[in-house]
């Protein structure tokens, strides 16, 4: 089989290797598409300050199983899957009360171990989630990212009746967005600076949007849900001036959600933080009941994800991928590689 392998930043290579074997309780993966994400894109630029060369990347994946190692359950030759890709120890605190995905040794398949970006990948059972086959492989590997997004908005409870705002409407500020309304949430104000990607979360079902280029943010929200304000607000940019910006508009008392991945250090008021009694929320990755949840968030029509598919490339080509994306940073919501 052909695996492609990050050999610097910005090189890809091909080699050939064996037809893996699933091991115990393991499961052969035909893998189908992979979705390439912001992270994987620092690793192209050499930016990734938690991944060494060589790489094999792909970590928003989906597959059909090809075959089962001896002793595994629960799943069929022919069954669409996507797979959580942490691995992590089991053993440390945050592991033994079931928050796995801030394990203190926690490792990422596609940055720290070896990601599926192959013909064929095993991987083990209790990793991997069935999908069903009204999902497209495109949807599928959709899973992981909007996983991130059902995790970030889990660390706010429950939704119900709640007005947010979410700042960045990119690919994961659109997927929080969605699942936001999915949840149980009553209204969503999605912000950005481009045009284009407010008129996508229109299309999938966010009615209000603010482009703070044209528009003061402070008075948006005031606008449109009045002197309550929003009942939480959640960054998913990186940058400090959204970041400032969700502080300076918080309702006293309210919380906002980190979503985004800083890779510049921000410089904060945490004074009006104290003052506001506002909470800072962290989020990292997801657990497994965020990937179910995102599921069926999907079959039910409750997540729009067609709207966000923006290209595809042969497996071969996969370092067309990335220059696609750096021409068309605007546009580019989600580009797959197609490996079968």
């Known amino acids: 089989m052909r695996q492609a392998v990050m050999t610097a930043p910005g090189v890809i290579a091909y080699r050939e290797l064996p037809k893996p074997e699933p091991g115990s309780g393991e499961l052969l993966l035909k893998i189908m598409r992979i979705g390439v994400c912001g992270s ?17 990347q792909g970590h928003e994946v989906s597959g059909r199983v090809e075959r089962l190692g001896p002793g595994t359950r629960g799943f069929a030759v022919g069954d669409r899957v996507t797979f959580m890709p942490q691995v992590y120890c089991g053993t440390c605190l945050p592991c033994r009360t079931g928050r796995y995905n801030i394990c203190d040794s926690l490792k990422v398949m ?36 909007l996983a991130v997004a059902v995790h970030a908005l889990g660390r706010l409870g429950d939704l119900s009746g709640t ?65 309550d304000r929003a009942d939480a607000a959640l960054e998913c940019v990186g940058v400090e001036a959204t970041m400032t910006q969700a502080i300076l508009s918080a309702r006293k008392g309210s919380a906002i959600v980190v ?8 410089k904060v008021d945490l004074g009006l933080v104290q003052d506001r009694e506002l909470s800072l929320v962290g ?53 797959f590689i197609d490996v079968s």
């Open 110 to 145: 596609g940055f720290q171990t070896t990601g599926a970006a192959s013909e064929y990948f095993a991987v083990a059972a209790d990793k991997c989630l069935k999908f069903p086959e009204s999902l497209s492989f495109e949807a599928g590997a959709m899973i992981e990212p």
């Open 40 to 56: 994987d894109i620092h690793v192209n630029h050499g930016l990734h300050p938690y991944t060494k060369y060589p790489v094999v």
């Open 259 to 266: 979503v985004g991945v800083f890779g510049a250090l921000p």
């Open 163 to 227: 007005r947010l705002v979410v700042y960045g409407a990119g690919p994961i500020g659109n997927l929080v967005a969605q699942s936001a309304l999915g949840l149980g949430a009553a209204e969503v104000i999605a912000t950005d600076t481009s045009d284009y990607r407010l008129s996508l979360a229109s299309s999938c079902g966010v009615r209000h949007v603010v482009n703070p280029k044209n528009e003061d943010m402070d008075a948006a929200i005031l606008k449109l849900y009045g002197p």
């Open 283 to 335: 989020t990292l990755m997801y657990r497994r009941e965020d990937y179910e949840r995102a599921i069926a968030l999907v079959a039910e029509g409750k997540v729009k994800l067609d709207p966000l598919m923006s290209a595809h490339f042969p497996f071969d080509r996969y370092k067309e991928a990335y220059d696609f994306i750096d021409a068309n940073r605007e546009r580019s919501m989600k580009v």
